[in-house]
């Protein structure tokens, strides 16, 4: 396998991690203990991860 193909299997795993870990920040809802919402912090982190890329390259 190419260092591309390598590369985009562990990003699909990491992607199928990503999705187990919403559905269980889902289930858990907000900390009552620092008042936030890990499921929007782990959004916003998502979508800065994703700004780092070109928009044509979406």
């Known amino acids: ?3 591309q ?3 985009h299997r562990a990003g ?3 992607v199928a991690d990503l999705e ?3 559905d269980r920040l889902k289930e858990a809802g907000p900390c ?3 008042g936030r919402n890990a499921l929007m912090n782990l959004r916003q982190l998502t979508e800065g991860l994703l700004n780092r890329f070109p ?3 979406r």
Do not use: F, V
């Open 20 to 22: 187990r870990l919403i």
């Open 55 to 57: 928009k044509e390259g």
């Open 32 to 34: 009552p203990l620092d």
């Open 5 to 7: 193909q390598n590369l």
């Open 1 to 3: 396998m190419t260092k």
């Open 12 to 14: 699909l795993s990491a």
